[in-house]
């Protein structure tokens, strides 16, 4: 049965809480480069929504959004987040993707000045005004999350990690997630060594044999099967795709894209994942740069259109992935937030009572993304 998530609560955290409050499987009814050959094997048996479902959707979403001239995009992941539970959810949170969940991890990498967030215009939310390497004012969408969960924020980022602090941090979770990186294993590079998704999986496979080999294989099942594995990633491989020209065919560029994260999603079940919080992609076309691409491009404001368009349309495709692979992976549960209708409805509604009534009372929680 599906979970629909209401209007005003996270799309991410609130789908996500619900995965662990019910037993049954929940989810949202809402590049070049992916890999080898090898994960053309996950094209097959996809199912993919009709050009119909596809069309209704874009009128839905099909944005009066290029008519705004916002400076910045709000993603309105736990954007009126309830107050975290009393208790944790959640024995462990594992993050995985890129920017918009990254805590840290690129401060500790090869990379150019544009893909790090360890300097002062970030964190001047954070405690102190400390930038700690998100890309953000403040917290992030996996602190958010883990709020929700119970716990004060995001685990820590694994490259922060020494030998001693991995052993106590590894039972309550860790955060692989590297600013620029994507789904493809070359995304991002311009920028430097950033972490793509294959090695995020590798680092966390090498966390899972540490555990076994201090607590025995049965316990780590047993941990990781109730924790909960948060996946932000995508837009990268997306934009990329966009800046290329793309091939042509876009809907073979969001087959591989499907393709990609079932075969990680499918790798981290394969290593004693069961619960999983997927982010979808938010409209990436009403991004600074994307505004800027459209008035240079042909001299009018507003969102970019045919980027917007992609990132529209990997949603119904990532969801009938996810569907299939819950249907073939026995006790895997997910949530899955539709990220572009949620920041869609905030475009359009940029003032509610809802928002006005929560701010009052402090309650709103806004990440900004800004690329």
């Excluded at 996809?46 to 001239?69: C, I």
């Excluded at 994260?261 to 394969?270: H, N, T």
């Amino acid at each position: 049965m599906p979970f629909l998530v209401p209007v005003g609560m996270s799309s991410a955290c609130a789908s996500c809480v619900s995965v662990l409050k019910s037993p049954s499987r929940l989810f949202t009814t809402a590049t070049p480069g992916y890999r080898s050959a090898g994960q053309m094997e996950f094209f097959r048996g996809l199912k993919h929504p009709s050009p119909e479902a596809e069309e209704s959707r874009e009128q839905r979403a099909g944005v009066p959004m290029g008519s705004h001239s916002f400076s910045y995009v709000l993603v309105a992941l736990c954007l009126l987040g309830v107050a975290a539970e009393a208790t944790q959810l959640a024995p462990a949170v594992f993050v995985f993707g890129d920017s918009t969940v990254d805590v840290g991890n690129n401060n500790y990498l090869n990379i150019t000045k544009q893909a790090r967030a360890n300097y002062p215009k970030h964190g001047v939310d954070f405690t102190g005004s400390t930038p700690t390497g998100r890309f953000s004012n403040g917290y992030n969408l996996a602190d958010q999350l883990a709020q929700q969960l119970g716990f004060p924020m995001s685990p820590p980022a694994y490259l922060s990690l020494t030998a001693k602090t991995i052993v106590s941090q590894m039972y309550k979770g860790i955060n692989f997630a590297s600013g620029g990186s994507g789904l493809g294993d070359k995304t991002g590079q311009g920028a430097g060594d950033v972490i793509p998704m294959f090695q995020q999986v590798q680092y966390f496979s090498k966390v899972v044999a540490m555990m076994q080999k201090l607590s025995g294989s049965r316990t780590t099942n047993t941990l990781l099967s109730k924790s909960i594995f948060l996946i932000s990633t995508g837009s990268n491989d997306m934009f990329e795709y966009s800046l290329s020209g793309g091939n042509g065919d876009d809907r073979e560029f969001l087959l591989g894209f499907a393709a990609a994260y079932r075969s990680y999603v499918r790798a981290l079940y394969r290593l004693g994942a069961r619960k999983f919080s997927v982010v979808s992609i938010t409209p990436l076309g009403c991004t600074p740069s994307q505004r800027a691409r459209r008035l240079s491009e042909d001299g009018t404001r507003g969102c970019y259109g045919p980027i917007n368009t992609l990132s529209l349309r990997s949603y119904p495709t990532l969801a009938a992935s996810l569907r299939d692979l819950a249907d073939e992976l026995p006790s895997m549960a997910y949530s899955l937030s539709d990220s572009f209708a949620m920041v869609s409805f905030i475009f359009a509604n940029p003032r509610t009572n809802a928002w006005s009534n929560q701010t009052a009372h402090g309650h709103v929680n806004v990440f900004v993304l800004m690329v």
